[in-house]
Protein backbone atom coordinates (compact mmCIF):
# COMPACT_ATOMS: atom_id res chain seq x y z
CA UNK A 1 0.00 0.00 0.00
CA UNK A 2 1.02 3.69 -0.85
CA UNK A 3 0.88 6.13 2.04
CA UNK A 4 0.45 9.67 1.18
CA UNK A 5 -0.43 12.62 2.78
CA UNK A 6 -3.99 12.30 2.28
CA UNK A 7 -4.12 8.96 3.31
CA UNK A 8 -3.14 9.91 6.75
CA UNK A 9 -4.68 13.39 7.10
CA UNK A 10 -8.24 11.11 6.26
CA UNK A 11 -7.76 9.48 9.55
CA UNK A 12 -6.93 13.08 11.36
CA UNK A 13 -10.54 13.93 9.95
CA UNK A 14 -12.29 11.05 10.90
CA UNK A 15 -10.82 12.14 14.21
CA UNK A 16 -11.92 16.17 13.43
CA UNK A 17 -15.44 14.58 12.78
CA UNK A 18 -15.71 13.04 16.05
CA UNK A 19 -14.66 16.01 18.36
CA UNK A 20 -17.45 17.70 16.72
CA UNK A 21 -20.09 14.38 17.27
CA UNK A 22 -18.90 15.53 21.07
CA UNK A 23 -19.42 19.08 20.79
CA UNK A 24 -15.85 19.78 20.73
CA UNK A 25 -13.87 21.77 18.34
CA UNK A 26 -13.45 19.74 15.08
CA UNK A 27 -9.80 19.26 15.46
CA UNK A 28 -7.92 15.56 14.74
CA UNK A 29 -4.44 14.38 15.00
CA UNK A 30 -2.57 11.49 14.22
CA UNK A 31 0.91 10.20 15.00
CA UNK A 32 2.82 8.51 12.65
CA UNK A 33 6.12 6.22 12.66
CA UNK A 34 7.27 4.18 9.64
CA UNK A 35 3.83 4.07 8.10
CA UNK A 36 2.11 3.11 11.39
CA UNK A 37 -0.29 5.50 13.71
CA UNK A 38 1.08 5.36 17.01
CA UNK A 39 -1.07 8.05 18.39
CA UNK A 40 -4.70 9.58 17.57
CA UNK A 41 -6.70 11.82 18.85
CA UNK A 42 -9.41 14.56 18.85
CA UNK A 43 -10.22 17.47 21.07
CA UNK A 44 -11.63 16.89 24.25
CA UNK A 45 -11.44 20.41 25.98
CA UNK A 46 -14.86 20.42 27.05
CA UNK A 47 -15.16 16.97 27.88
CA UNK A 48 -12.40 16.48 30.19
CA UNK A 49 -12.58 20.10 31.62
CA UNK A 50 -9.22 20.10 30.45
CA UNK A 51 -7.48 23.39 28.34
CA UNK A 52 -4.63 21.41 27.74
CA UNK A 53 -6.27 18.38 25.77
CA UNK A 54 -5.78 19.18 21.81
CA UNK A 55 -5.81 16.61 19.79
CA UNK A 56 -1.97 17.24 19.18
CA UNK A 57 -0.94 17.05 23.10
CA UNK A 58 -3.19 13.65 23.80
CA UNK A 59 -1.81 12.29 20.24
CA UNK A 60 1.61 12.94 21.18
CA UNK A 61 1.38 11.46 24.97
CA UNK A 62 -0.51 8.51 22.71
CA UNK A 63 2.89 8.18 20.54
CA UNK A 64 5.63 8.34 23.12
CA UNK A 65 3.81 5.57 25.36
CA UNK A 66 3.40 3.56 22.34
CA UNK A 67 7.71 4.08 21.63
CA UNK A 68 8.46 4.35 25.16
CA UNK A 69 10.95 7.49 24.67
CA UNK A 70 9.53 11.19 24.66
CA UNK A 71 11.93 11.95 21.66
CA UNK A 72 9.75 11.74 18.41
CA UNK A 73 12.28 12.00 15.95
CA UNK A 74 10.99 10.09 13.23
CA UNK A 75 7.67 10.30 13.06
CA UNK A 76 5.32 12.88 11.72
CA UNK A 77 2.18 14.51 13.27
CA UNK A 78 -1.03 14.58 10.77
CA UNK A 79 -3.75 17.41 11.99
CA UNK A 80 -6.64 19.15 10.69
CA UNK A 81 -5.69 23.22 11.89
CA UNK A 82 -2.66 24.06 12.01
CA UNK A 83 -1.44 23.95 15.87
CA UNK A 84 -1.59 26.50 18.90
CA UNK A 85 1.65 27.73 20.25
CA UNK A 86 0.86 25.54 23.35
CA UNK A 87 0.86 22.64 20.44
CA UNK A 88 3.59 23.68 18.72
CA UNK A 89 5.88 23.99 21.77
CA UNK A 90 5.09 20.23 22.67
CA UNK A 91 5.67 19.46 19.10
CA UNK A 92 9.06 21.05 19.56
CA UNK A 93 9.70 19.31 22.71
CA UNK A 94 8.82 16.26 21.70
CA UNK A 95 11.24 16.22 18.35
CA UNK A 96 8.90 15.68 15.72
CA UNK A 97 10.41 15.23 12.16
CA UNK A 98 7.09 16.61 10.60
CA UNK A 99 3.93 17.95 10.86
CA UNK A 100 1.51 18.12 8.31
CA UNK A 101 -1.06 20.16 8.34
CA UNK A 102 -5.19 20.76 6.69
CA UNK A 103 -6.09 24.64 7.63
CA UNK A 104 -4.29 27.54 9.01
CA UNK A 105 -5.33 29.31 12.38
CA UNK A 106 -5.46 32.79 11.28
CA UNK A 107 -5.74 33.65 14.77
CA UNK A 108 -3.71 31.35 17.10
CA UNK A 109 -1.76 29.15 14.93
CA UNK A 110 1.25 29.06 16.31
CA UNK A 111 3.20 27.33 13.23
CA UNK A 112 3.17 29.61 10.41
CA UNK A 113 0.71 32.09 10.79
CA UNK A 114 1.19 34.19 14.28
CA UNK A 115 4.45 32.42 15.84
CA UNK A 116 6.33 30.37 14.45
CA UNK A 117 7.33 28.15 16.91
CA UNK A 118 8.41 25.44 15.18
CA UNK A 119 11.16 27.28 13.02
CA UNK A 120 12.06 29.85 15.57
CA UNK A 121 15.86 30.80 15.49
CA UNK A 122 16.86 29.78 18.55
CA UNK A 123 15.40 26.27 19.00
CA UNK A 124 17.87 23.57 18.57
CA UNK A 125 15.43 21.40 16.88
CA UNK A 126 13.16 22.38 13.99
CA UNK A 127 10.24 20.65 12.98
CA UNK A 128 9.47 20.15 8.68
CA UNK A 129 6.16 21.42 8.22
CA UNK A 130 3.92 21.11 5.36
CA UNK A 131 0.53 22.58 5.10
CA UNK A 132 -2.84 22.80 3.68
CA UNK A 133 -3.11 18.86 2.82
CA UNK A 134 -6.70 18.65 2.52
CA UNK A 135 -7.54 22.31 3.33
CA UNK A 136 -10.85 22.37 1.97
CA UNK A 137 -12.22 19.26 4.17
CA UNK A 138 -10.66 20.22 7.14
CA UNK A 139 -12.05 24.14 6.85
CA UNK A 140 -15.05 23.08 5.97
CA UNK A 141 -15.58 20.73 9.15
CA UNK A 142 -14.64 24.04 11.36
CA UNK A 143 -17.17 25.99 9.37
CA UNK A 144 -20.00 23.74 9.53
CA UNK A 145 -19.39 23.61 13.31
CA UNK A 146 -19.02 27.18 14.17
CA UNK A 147 -21.99 27.84 11.81
CA UNK A 148 -24.21 25.29 13.57
CA UNK A 149 -22.80 27.17 16.97
CA UNK A 150 -23.84 30.44 15.56
CA UNK A 151 -27.36 29.38 15.05
CA UNK A 152 -27.70 28.09 18.79
Keep these: MIFTNEYFMKIALR ?3 AAADENEIPVGAVVIHNNEVIG ?3 NQVERLHDATAHAEMIAL ?3 SS ?3 DWRLRDCTMYVTLEPCPMC ?3 IVQARLKCVVFGARDWQQ ?3 LSNFGITQYAKNVH ?7 VMEEECKGLLDIFFDKLRKK
Excluded at 126 to 132: A, N, Y
Design 15 to 17: EAA
Design 40 to 42: KAH
Design 61 to 63: TQA
Design 66 to 68: ALE
Design 88 to 90: AGA
Design 109 to 111: GGV
Design 126 to 132: KVEIIES
